[in-house]
Nanobody
Framework: QVQLQESGPGLVKPSETLSLTCTVPGGSITTNSVVWGWIRQPPGKEPEWMGAIAASGTTYYNPSLKGRTSISRDTSKNQFTRQLSSDAPRDTAVYYC?????????WGQGTQVTVSS
């Protein structure tokens, strides 16, 4: 089990692209069969899975965010990055990165992101 860490801006303007990076300090994002993903939780709402990238590099996205979300990685730094375009106030949430095989077993502590003008 490793502790993940999210990083990125805490405040972005509407229509801007939100980019967050997750660092895996004690592991490898290319570990066989492990999937790395992003989950967010808006204030007072249920958590929402956004997308993920597999060890092979294959990406998966929540259909509700189709066309807005992209995930990439830097294997040399054990980091993966999520971008969310066309930001709006409704995207304000605590964002988490996580990893696992059968379930999300490794988590970051979450980072608050506010979308506001």
């Amino acid at each position: 089990q490793v502790q993940l860490q999210e990083s990125g801006p805490g405040l972005v303007k509407p229509s801007e692209t939100l980019s967050l990076t997750c660092t895996v300090p004690g592991g490898s994002i290319t570990t066989n069969s492990v999937v790395w993903g992003w989950i967010r939780q808006p204030p007072g709402k249920e958590p929402e899975w956004m997308g993920a990238i597999a060890a092979s590099g294959t990406t998966y996205y929540n259909p509700s965010l189709k066309g807005r979300t992209s995930i990439s990685r830097d294997t040399s730094k054990n980091q993966f990055t999520r971008q969310l375009s066309s930001d709006a106030p409704r995207d304000t949430a605590v964002y988490y990165c996580a990893g696992g095989r059968q379930s999300w077993s490794d988590w970051g502590q979450g980072t608050q992101v506010t979308v506001s003008s």
